[in-house]
């Protein structure tokens, strides 16, 4: 299992960026995906889900309205719109697939919202 997440980067403050991740390894199209995220001395939480077929989509409260998940099955790729970043999302953002005892995750990819 491979995941590979890209597109982080310094953004400034209600500004967007696209988050691409991955996957491969496994059969990419009938699992949930997720992304969460880490700020400094922070845990790691929840940002959004989305069902193996596209169709439902889960967010957390903070950046509900602002971020879209969203995939393609054919491509083996999850993508995290992201808009109207605020500082407070800055953070190292990781893909997740519901495998193994502790699920499978990707390296993450650095997002600073900063001006």
């Known amino acids: 299992v491979q995941l590979v997440e890209s597109g982080g980067g310094l953004v400034q403050p209600g500004g967007s960026l696209r988050l691409p991740c991955a996957a491969s390894?496994?059969?990419?199209?009938?699992?949930?995906m997720s992304w969460h995220r880490q700020a400094p001395g922070k845990e790691r939480e929840l940002v959004a889900t989305?069902?193996?077929?596209?169709?439902?989509?889960n967010y957390a409260d903070s950046v509900k309205g602002r971020f879209t998940i969203s995939r393609d099955n054919a491509k083996n790729t999850v993508y995290l719109q992201m808009n109207r970043l605020k500082p407070e999302d800055t953070a190292v953002y990781y893909c997740?697939?519901?495998?193994?005892?502790?699920?499978?995750w990707g390296q993450g990819t650095q997002v600073t919202v900063s001006s």
């Open positions: 997740k697939a519901p495998l193994g005892l502790f699920g499978s």
């Open positions: 390894g496994f059969t990419f199209s009938s699992y949930v």
């Open positions: 989305i069902g193996s077929a596209g169709y439902s989509t």
